[in-house]
């Protein structure tokens, strides 16, 4: 234990930290496996494991969930549950080396506490029956105290991760407050996602515009979330707005308002989002939608506060933080002369890029064991674990559609593998096939190159356009003309697949069901 009391004076990263008390722990303790959660509202979230499952990581134990869990928080000291204790294990399929149902075992574990206030938990599991008899309570409740001073000078040494860990429960405790489901949170472990949290609790606070950016399924959303949480404005109203999924005539009234007779259609006066954001946050997704002219009016309000509802002379004057997001380049759209510079400047303040879900390593393995545990509840089995040739199959994935496609991939493989049942089973075991992604995921990953660029030489935007114009016949070819099923082969919003084909000058569905050119 004295390297450990060493330790406590240190500059280490705090998973260093976690990994050098659990393996003290299994070394001084007959343990098979060791566990080290902190407590989160009404959840338990693993911060290290040692012979448990990777994607043990990503999940969170509900408490009211697991009656061994709750029993151990609510233990005076530690705790030894007896071998024929009917109350369900947490870690049941998730030890590793045992495959399926988790015998009957030794388990015990106790409650940490810091500065006096319950911070978390120490589990211990042992295979064999018996193994803990004869432990010395008294030196397990004295390492429990060194674990709670080691997880304590962590949180010391990592401020600027705790800030943002903080603010995504903030926005847990606002939403449950509001009556919303439980929010999903940031998972991840990789230096790219440890990057993005310590940029988000370095400008959550400010007054600054955020611009976010990053792929489609990457998170944004989440993002923008943990932002406003962050900030002093996380008491009032996150309101959002995805530009994308509004018609052009619509967008200027959700923004702004309108008065009674504004146009057709408008029977009452009506509030827009930003004076529903007043003193709060104002999300606008897919911010590269919008029309030029909606932009120079979204100017004026961000250089003064000030708007005017349509239909309306009346000034109205808000007090709106401003977050947007987009998967575009706005640069380029600039460039291109489809997007104003003045409000590309304002609104790119701080930009922030999401990294994608292929350069986050083993960050997938926490996602997935997130996404299993969400399947857990909903399916109501005792636990969903991954198999090994699953979890290699999952790193090995190029993830082009990022989070979102993950999350799909595990939902579909849950029920493939539940499928294969006569009778539920307490643990349902994933595999590889159960993942189906043996074949691209998409019908265009092993689409040529146009096969032959003239001799002379193009500039790259032209290339550029010439693949995705070939891209998206290929994927309506493949489809039968389906707009819907291309925009899904392409990990694209169908609306954004419409507009990126209008502009390159293909046929594209009109209103009144016949296909239109522009161009």
């Known amino acids: 234990m004295l390297p450990l009391v060493a330790d406590l004076a240190r ?13 003290a722990v299994r070394r001084l303790l007959p343990a098979d496996a060791v566990a080290l959660l902190r407590l989160d509202g009404d959840a338990l979230v693993p911060l290290a494991v040692d012979g448990l499952a990777p994607d043990t990581l990503g999940r969170r134990f509900l408490v009211g969930q697991h009656p061994r869990l709750q029993a151990l928080l609510q233990a005076q000291g530690p705790l030894r549950f007896a071998p024929d204790c009917g109350l369900p294990d947490p870690y049941d399929g998730l030890v590793e080396h045992v495959q399926g149902h988790l015998p009957v075992h030794d388990c015990m574990g106790c409650a940490l506490r810091v500065q006096d206030r319950p911070w978390g938990l120490m589990t211990l599991d042992a295979l064999a029956l018996s193994r803990f008899d004869g432990l010395d309570m008294v030196a397990l409740q004295s390492l429990a105290d060194l674990a709670a001073a080691t997880v304590a000078a962590a949180e010391r040494m990592d401020d600027l991760a705790l800030r943002a860990e903080d603010a995504q429960r903030r926005a847990e405790q606002y939403r ?19 990057a993005l949290l310590r940029e988000i609790a370095l400008v959550g606070p400010s007054e600054l515009t955020v611009l976010v950016g990053g792929e489609t399924g990457v998170g944004k959303e989440l993002v923008v979330q943990a932002l406003h949480a962050a900030s002093p404005r996380a008491g009032r109203p996150l309101v959002s707005l995805n530009c994308a999924a509004l018609p052009e005539t619509l967008v200027e009234s959700e923004l702004f308002g309108h008065v009674r007779g504004a146009f057709s259609g408008a029977v009452a006066e009506r509030q827009g989002k ?4 007043d003193g709060g946050t104002l999300f606008l997704d897919e911010v590269g939608e919008l029309p030029l002219a909606v932009q120079a009016k979204l100017l004026r309000v961000l250089q003064n506060g000030q708007l005017q509802r349509l239909g309306s002379d009346r000034e109205h004057r808000v007090d709106v933080r401003l977050v947007a997001a987009t998967n575009r380049d706005l640069a380029a759209e ?24 292929r350069e986050r390593g083993r960050d997938v393995l926490l996602l997935a064991g997130a996404f299993c545990e969400e399947q857990r509840a909903s399916l109501g089995l005792g636990n969903v674990r991954l198999d090994a040739d699953a979890q290699q199959a999952l790193l090995a994935h ?12 595990l939902a579909r493989a849950a029920l493939r593998a539940l499928g294969r049942h006569a009778q539920r089973p307490r643990v349902l075991s994933v595999g590889a096939g159960d993942l189906g992604l043996a074949a691209p995921p998409l019908a265009l990953a092993a689409a040529p190159m146009p096969a032959a660029l003239p001799a002379a030489p ?25 707009w819907a099923a291309a925009a899904r082969a392409l990990a694209m919003d169908r609306a954004n697949l419409v507009r990126l084909a209008r502009r390159l000058g293909l046929a594209v569905p009109a209103r009144n069901g016949r296909r239109a050119r522009t161009g």
Not at 274 to 277: P, Q, Y
Not at 338 to 353: K, M, S, T
């Open 11 to 23: 500059q280490i990263p705090p998973s260093e930290r976690y990994r050098r008390l659990l393996d």
């Open 176 to 194: 449950r407050a509001a009556g919303g489901a439980p929010a999903r949170r940031l998972v991840g472990r990789s230096a790219a996602h440890r």
């Open 274 to 277: 930003f004076e529903l954001a």
């Open 334 to 357: 600039v460039r291109a002369g489809r997007f104003r510079a003045d409000l590309y400047h304002r609104l790119g303040a701080y930009p922030l890029q999401v990294p994608p879900l």
């Open 398 to 409: 190029a993830w082009p559609g990022n989070v979102r496609e993950l999350e799909h991939v």
């Open 458 to 482: 193009m500039p790259l935007r032209q290339r550029v356009q010439t693949f995705e114009r070939q891209a998206i016949e290929q994927a309506l070819a493949a489809h039968a003309g389906n």
